[in-house]
């Protein structure tokens, strides 16, 4: 845990998803009740970027719950998330009094091998760029677009979320979402999860649940001690 002059600062990592962000409103509502002293959000828009590239009649396709990104894809998704889901998350979190300031430029990644285009891997988060922005008591609001070496990259908001908490040294990342948790192969939700490995080795687990098991692995290898999706509880209370 990082400290100054012998005091610990703790910091929270909030991940919110595309379908909560459907109503920014309820977004920031489910953000105050968890947010604490020095708090970070890391924002997707996965349906906000599949409806942009609609308009445009681009198809979107999976590989393992990430989006395949081409050129077009690409710009589709810097519009969905700078033009519309960043803006209004930080006018909302402004609005409801929260010191929200949204940065762009403190992720970093390399683009992933193989199928997926131009997707970031290997992310790297600015932990003296976002300490600064803690210390001046803003809430930073980052979304989910990477620098590369020659271009942006489009990279998974669960493992942005991950890369952030682990840079920071973290109490906790809780990744809210429009579900309540992460379910068994009896679609109950699990209020206390296996490890991630014992989940991601399940047959029943698919699609955008894959990359954030991955994340939340992650996370916990980096040194977060709880890691929440939903209600559902990773590792044990800080």
């Known amino acids: 845990m990082r400290t100054c002059c012998g005091i610990a600062l703790v910091s929270l990592v909030v991940k919110v998803g595309g379908a909560l962000l459907e109503n920014p409103a309820r977004a920031v509502e489910e953000i105050q009740r968890v947010a604490k002293a020095r708090t970070v959000v890391v924002h997707g828009g996965g349906i906000q970027i599949t409806r942009m590239l609609e308009r445009m009649k681009v198809a979107s396709v999976f590989i393992e719950g990430l989006r395949v990104t081409d050129d077009q894809t690409l710009?589709?998704?810097?519009?969905?998330?700078?033009?519309?889901?960043?803006?209004?998350?930080?006018?909302?979190?402004?609005?409801?009094?929260?010191?929200?300031?949204?940065?762009?430029?403190?992720?970093?990644?390399?683009?992933?091998?193989?199928?997926?285009?131009?997707?970031?891997?290997?992310?790297?988060?600015?932990?003296?760029?976002?300490?600064?922005?803690?210390?001046?008591?803003?809430?930073?609001?980052?979304?989910?677009?990477?620098?590369?070496?020659?271009?942006?990259?489009?990279?998974?908001?669960?493992?942005?979320?991950?890369?952030?908490?682990?840079?920071?040294?973290?109490?906790?990342?809780?990744?809210?979402?429009d579900v309540e948790g992460v379910k068994d192969a009896n679609g109950v939700v699990l209020d206390q999860a296996p490890t991630p490995d014992e989940l991601l080795s399940a047959s029943f687990v698919s699609g955008g649940m894959i990359p954030k098991l991955r994340a939340v692995k992650a996370a916990m290898n980096g040194g977060i001690r709880t890691v929440r999706v939903g209600r559902t509880q990773f590792g044990s209370a800080s």
């Open 75 to 177: 710009a589709a998704v810097a519009m969905a998330l700078l033009g519309e889901v960043h803006t209004a998350l930080v006018v909302q979190l402004q609005q409801k009094g929260l010191p929200a300031m949204g940065i762009f430029g403190v992720i970093r990644a390399s683009k992933k091998p193989g199928r997926w285009g131009l997707v970031g891997t290997n992310l790297r988060a600015d932990a003296m760029a976002l300490t600064t922005i803690l210390d001046a008591g803003k809430l930073p609001v980052i979304p989910t677009l990477a620098l590369g070496e020659s271009s942006l990259l489009n990279v998974n908001a669960d493992e942005t979320a991950a890369a952030v908490a682990v840079a920071l040294e973290s109490s906790e990342l809780i990744f809210l979402t």
